[in-house]
Structures are given as C-alpha cells and as structure tokens.
Nanobody
Framework: QVQLVESGGGLVQAGGSLRLSCAAS????????INWYRQAPGKEREFVAH????????NYADSVKDRFAISRDNSRNTVYLQMNGLQPEDTAIYYC?????????WGQGTQVTVSS
C-alpha cells in the first residue's frame, strides 16, 4: 500500500511560482506511476501531469505544458510539481495519485490559490 501526502501549496500572485511535493510511504513507491490532478471549485477533477515509475515518460495537460514540470526522486519517495507562470485559473486543490496495475491511491490534496 502507498500513502501520499501533498505539500507546498499556498497563495501566490499571478506570474509567480510554487513547487508542490508528494511524499509517499511504502517500500514499493518506485514501482508506481504518479499523476497530479487538480480540482477547482465547482469543477470536476482534471489531469495535470504524469510521470512514469522510472521517470522515463512524462505527460502534461495542454493548459500547463511549458509552465509546469514534474519530476521524481525515488530515493526520497517524493514526486515534485514545479509550477511557473501561475495564473488565477490555476487556483485549485492539487492532488497526487499513485497508480500500478489495478491499484490506485490518492493524497489529501494541497490548496493553490493564485491572485490576479
């Protein structure tokens, strides 16, 4: 089993940056693909970014491509989401998600608020 804890959210002005972290417990973290999702008030949860278990494949939503960067450090059981050029429309709760075969785990989320 994998337990996930997100951190690094906060309030930032438009154009600013934040780095989110997703810290995992469990010895098998390095076997899991990790995704970041976000959910804005009144909207459905949406995909943001993906990184494969070995860091070899990364994908991004079109809305964040060229602004966000996902990375992982399996020695620290942590995945990062570097967010640059933040805009008010990026305001949401950000969740990380671990996937492997039929297993899927979620963190509790971290709030990101971008003021104009």
């Amino acid at each position: 089993q994998v337990q996930l804890v997100e951190s690094g959210g906060g309030l930032v002005q438009a154009g600013g940056s934040l780095r989110l972290s997703c810290a995992a417990s469990g010895r098998t973290f390095s076997n899991y693909d990790i995704n970041w999702y976000r959910q804005a008030p009144g909207k459905e949860r949406e995909f943001v970014a993906h990184i494969a278990w070995n860091g070899g494949n990364k994908n991004y939503a079109d809305s964040v491509k060229d602004r966000f960067a996902i990375s992982r450090d399996n020695s620290r059981n942590t995945v990062y989401l570097q967010m640059n050029g933040l805009q008010p429309e990026d305001t949401a709760i950000y969740y990380c998600n671990a996937e492997r075969l039929t297993s899927r785990y979620w963190g509790q989320g971290t709030q990101v608020t971008v003021s104009s």
